[in-house]
């Protein structure tokens, strides 16, 4: 019943008059009930009962808004700004991860552990020792090697990117 008349009560509801920002709640409410009276509902006449139900719902949901205190400012809604990063935003982080990848795969496997638990995750080298099984010593110094290998990786990546330009 939902997938054959979910369009046409949707499309319903809001020529009905039910906000946009009530549609989906609207119609989730509407398909809720006809699931209620399964029994009731002649069949053939399912779509005459979920309009029906509908208008009932438009209705309520009228009533609601006018008694509400809110005040729906759609336009407002719709000029909220975008957070989410723009596409160069995006591609600039991709290419950031994928030097990152790079740099990291440059690394002898017991250094990158060690670099990424601590600078990636947060990891203190205590937590670190525990969980490789390794002297803390052993941990600080495989930190300070990944440190020198990372930073004259980038290095040689600023440099290389001197040199295109």
Known sequence: MVDGHF????????????????????????FWTASQKLDTI??????????????????????SRLRSRELPDEEAVASYADHSPDPEQVAAS????????????GLPEELREVFVLYELEGQTMAEIATLLATPTGTIA????RAREEFHTAARRHQANRGNET
């Open 7 to 30: 369009d046409f009560i949707w499309r319903s509801l809001r020529g009905l008059g039910v906000p946009s920002a009530m549609i989906d709640d609207a119609a989730q409410q509407v």
């Open 42 to 63: 002649v069949v053939g006449s399912e779509r005459s009962f979920l309009f029906a139900t509908a208008r009932g719902v438009a209705a309520n949901a009228r009533r």
């Open 94 to 105: 991709r290419q950031a991860r994928r030097l990152l990848d790079r740099i990291l795969d």
């Open 141 to 144: 110094s495989r930190l300070r």
